[in-house]
Each structure stands twice: as structure tokens, then as C-alpha cells.
């Protein structure tokens, strides 16, 4: 059975930092590319980052770039999504999820994912 477990979400100040973590189990890690999507209330999933199985390609939302990074630690089954300089319209929950494609333009849509967390919220106060 496959899990993928967020977590690190919270109530941060607007210009803050947090750290998302999500553990999978179940697959194997290192043949997946992982993503993380956020949702806010009202709203579509929306893409955010997501990392080749190699971690040697990273692919952005341009609403992210240069405030939000993604790494990856295959040897702890583990996905990472650090946020700088956070802003209120960064709150959403936010889900990790996995899938086995690696193309560019395929890895920002929902549809290609096999796997998905449950969720974790972050909350930007301004």
C-alpha cells in the first residue's frame, strides 16, 4: 500500500520560512517524480514544484520561482519543499504526490499523478 505523508505546515507571518516534508512508503521512491500542488479554499489544485527521480531536473509554477525549492533524499524516501518569503496568497493546503512521468509541461497537471498525501495547511498571516 502506498503512502505519502506531509508534514511541517503551519501559521507562519507573511515574509516567514516553513518547511514541508513528505515521507513516502510503499513504492519505490527513486523511479518517481515527486510534485507538490496546493489548493486554496474555493479554488483548483494548483501546481507548485516538482522534482525528477534524479533530482536533476526541477520543475517551477512561475509563482514560486526564486521564493520556493524542492529537494529530494531517495536514500529516506523523502521529498522536500522549502518556502521563503511567504505571502497570504501562499496559504492553501498543501499535497505531495507521485508520478512515474518526467516530461515538462506533463509533470504540472494533476492527472498524471499516481499518488497523493493527504494534505498539510499553511496559513500566512499579513
Known amino acids: 500500500q502506498v503512502q505519502l505523508v506531509e508534514s511541517g505546515g503551519g501559521l507562519v507571518q507573511a515574509g516567514g520560512s516553513l518547511r514541508l516534508s513528505c515521507v513516502a512508503s510503499?513504492?519505490?521512491?527513486?523511479?518517481?517524480?515527486m510534485g507538490w500542488f496546493r489548493q486554496a479554499p474555493g479554488k483548483e489544485r494548483e501546481f507548485v514544484l516538482a522534482i525528477s527521480w534524479s533530482g536533476g531536473r526541477i520543475y517551477y509554477a512561475d509563482s514560486v520561482k526564486g521564493r520556493f525549492t524542492i529537494s529530494r533524499d531517495n536514500s529516506k524516501n523523502t521529498v522536500y519543499l522549502q518556502m521563503n518569503s511567504l505571502n497570504a496568497e501562499d496559504t492553501a493546503v498543501y499535497y505531495c504526490a507521485a508520478t512515474p512521468y518526467g516530461r515538462d509541461g506533463v509533470v504540472h497537471t494533476t492527472t498524471v499523478y499516481d499518488y497523493w498525501g493527504q494534505g498539510t495547511q499553511v496559513t500566512v498571516s499579513s
Open positions: 510503499g513504492l519505490t521512491f527513486s523511479r518517481y517524480t
